[in-house]
């Protein structure tokens, strides 16, 4: 703290330092603003006129940043070369008109931070002569002529890229500012900048008058042109919303969301509702760090002009607060967990990613770990931020970004259950317990997915769509998108009598939620989160505790399992492992099919085939697999009543839109009460080339279920080289205070928490 | 030239006043032998006393030899901490005195070079312990107690093992030669080494007479300890195998090769059968791979010992050629092509690759790219080879290894067909026509697999095993090798009436061999391969000819891919292509069959499901699919008749020994004469993390053939931006220097050599 503490005072006097130059010598080359207030000065928004004095300065010295605006430059030095094109709008997503309009605002953007720092007029003429084109032909402008959007745009199809375009283009009139004269200034103020910030907000209250993603882009495109032209009433529209406007609360948009479902609107509702205290984003980390960008760069603009918001305090700081929450959902390699609708393979190399790590650096607390990101994604912004984290990575500040385990609360309030991530040496565990997570989000209550290493071990399928590859419909949600994807038994939890939670209704998942039972980081050895789903399936209480667990008798952590059911009626359930790879061994005999047919017609069962079956055993069924030169076995405390099917994705499939992956099915008949106890190992390791395979069989002799009623559940954890463990979780009363005593086959366990492991 | 010849000087010279100062060392250091040859002065077989004086005078100044020697330091270390254990044979492979033995003698080989090269005599005191150990055993030991070999040993259950420990304790052996008394050799040589090399040979005839790599380990066992005790008559029975025994030719061992088809035996004989002159060896790279150490690994002993037997020149130069061989039939990752029975994922990271390498090095011509590799590899071997190349290393002399599309002729005399591997660019196509490769050989004449930058597009399925994977078959092959994976239904080749090649007889099989027709790797942009095949379905002719072609209106080379068959009855042909990953698009429609059945009963057809079935286009008929976020396009020539299959490997597998891995058939029925033309294209790439597809579609809008006669088969390849190239190839006359002219449509075509193009 101390060493900080040092370095910040040093920031500060340099600050100061800069601070009073470049006010000296703003007050020779730019204009002054009628309230001589430094935080008026263009640029102002998210370069500033400091950041602009501060980076020139040290150009040619800070590697990182030197490189990001080498590339930038070339971008728009070659966009420059092809001369404007500002064609009359005609295409959906993917045709010329809109992509050439899209690339604009993006060259836009680079180009006026290009004039600032490089200080060359080229690229400001460039601007202006594009931002003039603009003014002449959106006077023009109808609607869009395509119709399918809930809310059309001008520019495109839809208001959402029309408020695209406009965020990335504020930020070049700002840098562009003061090049302008007055009077071009007010050209392109009343003709093209306030009725398109109109066209969005007040034209348009279906897309901007709501808590909604789409609405974040609109709120922020407003918010950051009135900035730009120091208009508070655009200022004030983009805060709050349009003032006295009611929408109906029933209507629903494009997707099955709500449009207003509770009459909230404008940036601060925006941020206030789907952010839980934690930073976690009700839709999940795949669309958080989509709309990741409005919330930053619009915030970073309220910072730099209008400070006394305090914007980044808002809510308790839960914007820098969501950054740490996303960057936390993320694999070893920096990939995104695909909860709900999420593509596999985003990761924090994303752009928004880029915005995220660097603001949170520069406007958060300069957390070291920050800039081990940021050197991997290998680039930085072109502004203050971008500056502060090159200056960071310049002196070797950078410390590795310690992903420990997290308990993220979901819901605005924080009690709409949550995600808990376990993570012990190279194993990550993903347990979702939280709320429906709006129209992108599953049935899929109490489920986990499991990775190695950042490989997945036990997957979340993640979703149906091919983004942005026109062959596979267009690049939009395929229907398995409905009838697999979302269904639970997609999903690694229990499904009761073949039905999804909620009956995939979406009306009533998004009523409820998971509740949390507790956390326990502490002792590291033992990680634990435990939640509870009384609505899924009415009737029906199901209580999951998982455990990641690292114990000396095994060469690494194995992750417990127990699904407890209460139930007022006898049920089939069935419990999907969701492995990937090759079947090794197990010790039960099972008997594959030699014709392969759909588990079920319905629910998600028509897209499986069932390529075996077996009795389990009982006492405890194993199922040993190989998977990227790795082993692993699932060993599950079973009774002879109890099937294992062996299943695989593909079924009713007409157009191959899914993987063909395997599943593990523990199905359990005709049951009222009922505890799912299993242990999953990671162990062992082969060798292709010296063809050796180390620590290939499990290190688990038995696993019992000892204890099981309404507020215990005990089991037994029997390693082959002969220690037995005990694991006890409380069911009902697991506050850290409380006082446990239960005496268990004559044997007397007593112990204060949640839990008890011995 | 004129750098390298000036190189060479300087290391003449280096290397005179080496061995000078060397010989003077030794004179006064060790005892002479009666004909005071250099070459009889100990060590002398691999590590020799000249290679000791260098290594010993830069030990400390050669990285990647000093941490080569510190590694093995380490390992014998702690295993002479743990003291010696020569236990009573009793276990098979992976047993304790199995594993026990076989780790003896990878240390008492390490611990030798380590007394060598420190002159610490803790290591040749460990050595002369263990040996004398094992003469007390093994005088005592009669046949191995386990009786599943063919061939029995007496330290293990098969004399192969045996003959392994004898190549390393030779080498043992030599290091410590000096250090023993004369009265211990003569201990050690009467009653452990000369008994030792009499069972694996004169008492083991049909394990050591035959040309197979079990007797290659049985003749460099016997020679090798023959040359560190200069017994002429050993050295000759390794050479020449055992005078005046004639054999069975009709024998079987227990792999269902024949024990001594044609009467060779010894070394030279088994350098000249399997290897053909370019270096292939029969089974493949993977058994090659297997089969290396014993032939290098002798020859050096030879090559030191015995340099007038020139064994390095022996047969143009084969075994070093070999190894130029091997690493040609690696993918860019260093990854052995899955020829014949070939586990996937060896490498040239493999042990046995780092004698070939360093031996190819130093007793080669110094191929700089040969560093590059070692260099990558990461070690060296503890000898003179290992020295050179870390010099070599040290000195920065590596090169990139160069791999260029190469053809390998199969067969002793060069004359058995061969496997022609096309490079372009990222791009790799491996044809394979050669003979049967012996009993771990497939039935896959004219197949073929593709890879993109060290990825299979197009696979080889490879082999059924899970190679020292005990769960599955104790590690063994397992039946599904037989019924899947030799079959011709599992390649990327053609079948007839579903049936495989010879019927998948070995016996047939073995008679036969496919025959070139020509290759052609100049001018580089068109790399074309064609070979002919008329024994494996009798009556029928297959001609395929593929080449991987550069044009400069596609992005990346794509595969045109000719299969001419001509038949004296109408038959039914599939061709399958093994492609990886998703279904994208089709030009046809297909159906997705609800219920999966297996596509047939026998000959591989039984393990494959049919998951959709189609009626091809009456023109091109076209196939997308995406793997690896890239994308890939088959356009094949088809008429309303033809049928494409889509299917996926895993029917009939009751262990889930089998991969669930996609092929598309096409298939062809109740034709005579016909030609299968195709192009496989590679193209574009996709960006989960900016979520950008480029270049995702195909650029060939046509495909004709135009003309197909005995002589000559035409194709017309048109591709999106209009242009058409035309491919002619010479059936039958296909001499670089013979003259055609064929008019086809109007249009006259004349060149010179096997094809035209243009």
Redesign the interface.
Known sequence: MTRYSARLKILLIMTLTVLFSCKQESTAKTEYHADGDLSQEHPKLILTAKGVKAIRARLGSIPIFDRSLEKVKAEVDSEIEKGIDVPIPKDYSGGYTHVTHKRNWFTLQKAGLLYQILDDEKYAKYVKDMLMAYEALYKTLPLHPKTRSYARGKLFWQCLNDANWLVYVSQAYDCIYDYLTQEEREKLETNLFRPFADHISVDSPQFYQRVHNHSTWGNAAVGMIGLVMNDEALIDRALYGIKDLELDANKKDDDGGFLNANGKAGFLANIEEPFSPDGYYNEGPYYQRYAMYPFLIFATGLHNVKPELKIFEYKEGVLLKSINALLNLSDAEGEFFPLNDG?????Y???ALVTAVDVSFHYGDQDPGLLSIAKQQDRVLLDDSGLAVALGIKEGNEKPFAKTSINLSDGSDGKQGGVGILRQDDLELVFKYASQGSSHGHYDKLSFSFYENGEEVIQDYGLVR???????GG?NYLKENTTWAKQTIAHNTLIQNERSHFNAKYDIGSQFHSDLNYFSFDPKDIQVVSAAESNAYPGTEMLRTMALIKDEALEKPYVLDIMKVTSDKADQYDLPYYYFG????TNFEY??K?????LGTKNGYQHL?L??TAKARDDNSKF?W?NN?KFYTLTTSTSHKDELL?A?I???????NL??D?ALILRRNDTKNTCFVSVIEAHGR?S??????EN??SSIAELQVIFDNEAYTAVAITTISGTTKIFITSNNNASVDAIHDLSINGSSYSWTGPYYFK
């Open positions: 593509q596999k393979g985003m990761s190399y994303n752009g091919y983004v942005n590859i026109e062959q596979k690049g090759q079947i090794l061994q008997k594959t030699e014709v392969l047919k759909p085939y390529e075996a040993s190989f030169n062996f695989r593909g079924a009713n499939d007409p157009d191959f993987r063909r395997p082969y292709p080339v010296s063809e050796s395979a290939s069989k």
